[in-house]
């Protein structure tokens, strides 16, 4: 079984157009993030939520937005998508969202707009 | 702010040599630190992490790295780097208290290129 598990793997879509990724662990971690890996594989996180509750949220527009339905789901709405949300979205998750814990990511959603 | 630095987009090591990528870090108190693996169209991988204690940590697939506070660098080593340890890699740095908001702050990447 997969651990952490992205779908879709590919996204490709219009400018203006909103579009959603999920994300789902069975590892039974209690905090989960949104990484963003741009075209020159440089790795920003975008959000955080442990327990359901966001925790880290950065400077990203009002137009991304996380949604925690239960501590094993983070799903990620974009609306009105713009050529600069052209990235790879990954999703991860952590025992425990401070100290030496390790993340495990997802294989990657890779969201081309057009 | 927490910050970590890669100063090598690339590193090309031929294979069987050793294989050493940079890595130097700026936080507020003693640091948590990390290397994770980025195979083509896959997430990032584990390799091994920094806590306390001894210097030289050793991970998986024969790498290990080496805590120099003095020099705020966690360099990641290889003794005799294999044509599958091409990749790109990324060192990481937790700062220990949660007013840094306990986020992990990645570095820019290396990609490691092993010519056979």
């Known amino acids: 079984d997969t651990a952490v598990s992205q779908t879709p793997k590919y996204l490709v879509t219009q400018m203006g157009n909103d579009k959603s990724i999920k994300c789902e662990q069975n590892l039974g971690h209690d905090t989960m993030y949104w990484y963003k890996q741009d075209s020159k594989k440089f790795l920003k996180i975008m959000f955080s939520y442990n327990n359901k509750e966001l925790i880290i949220n950065e400077t990203v527009p009002n137009r991304f937005s996380p949604k925690s339905p239960d501590k094993a789901h983070l799903n990620l709405h974009i609306n009105s998508l713009e050529l600069g949300d052209s990235a790879v979205y990954f999703c991860a998750s952590s025992r425990e969202r401070t100290g030496a814990n390790v993340l495990t990511f997802g294989a990657g959603s890779r969201l081309t707009v057009l | 702010a927490q910050s970590v630095a890669q100063p090598e987009d690339q590193v090309n090591v031929a294979e069987g040599n050793p294989l050493t990528v940079k890595c130097t870090y700026s936080v507020s108190g003693n640091p948590y630190l990390f290397w994770y693996v980025q195979y083509p169209n896959r997430g990032l991988q584990f390799l091994l992490k920094?806590?306390?204690?001894?210097?030289l940590v050793k991970g998986s697939y024969g790498f290990e790295a080496e805590f120099n506070k003095s020099q705020t660098s966690f360099h990641l080593k290889k003794p005799s780097a294999l044509v599958s340890d091409s990749a790109l890699y990324f060192c990481a740095v937790r700062a220990p208290s949660k007013a840094a908001g306990n986020k992990l702050t990645f570095g820019g990447g290396t990609r490691v290129l092993v010519k056979p």
């Open positions: 920094y806590i306390t204690g001894d210097n």
